[in-house]
């Protein structure tokens, strides 16, 4: 992603609108789906990926649901 508007010491994370619509993820581009780029987080994003690998799978789906409707009308 372009920093034009912040200095290179800040980190900035890609922007969750339109998720679903900008597989694949990460670095190498190597995730494929949004369950496997949410298990991959790590640093800060632990914590937040450790509660969704032990949530219910009830509940990973609906995150999942959730974000699937973030698309980017054409
Ligand atoms: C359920 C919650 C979250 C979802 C669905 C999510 C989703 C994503 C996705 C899809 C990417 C890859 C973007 C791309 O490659 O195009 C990403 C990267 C990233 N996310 Fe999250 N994220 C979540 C929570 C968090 C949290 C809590 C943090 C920080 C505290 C975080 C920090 C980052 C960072 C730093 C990257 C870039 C990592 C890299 O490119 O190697 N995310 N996230």
């Given at each position: 992603?372009?920093?034009?508007f912040v200095?290179?010491?800040?980190?900035?994370?890609?922007?969750?609108?339109?998720?679903?619509?900008?597989?694949?993820?990460?670095?190498?581009?190597d995730?494929?789906?949004?369950?496997?780029?949410?298990?991959?987080?790590?640093?800060?994003?632990?914590?937040?990926?450790?509660?969704?690998?032990?949530?219910?799978?009830?509940?990973?789906?609906?995150?999942?649901?959730?974000?699937?409707?973030?698309?980017?009308?054409?």
């Open positions: 992603m372009a920093q034009r200095d290179r010491n800040i980190f900035m994370t890609a922007e969750l609108w339109g998720l679903a619509s900008t597989p694949p993820y990460g670095h190498r581009n995730l494929t789906t949004i369950d496997e780029v949410i298990r991959a987080h790590g640093g800060d994003a632990r914590d937040s990926a450790a509660r969704y690998k032990s949530a219910a799978e009830e509940d990973r789906s609906a995150l999942i649901a959730y974000l699937k409707t973030l698309v980017i009308e054409q």
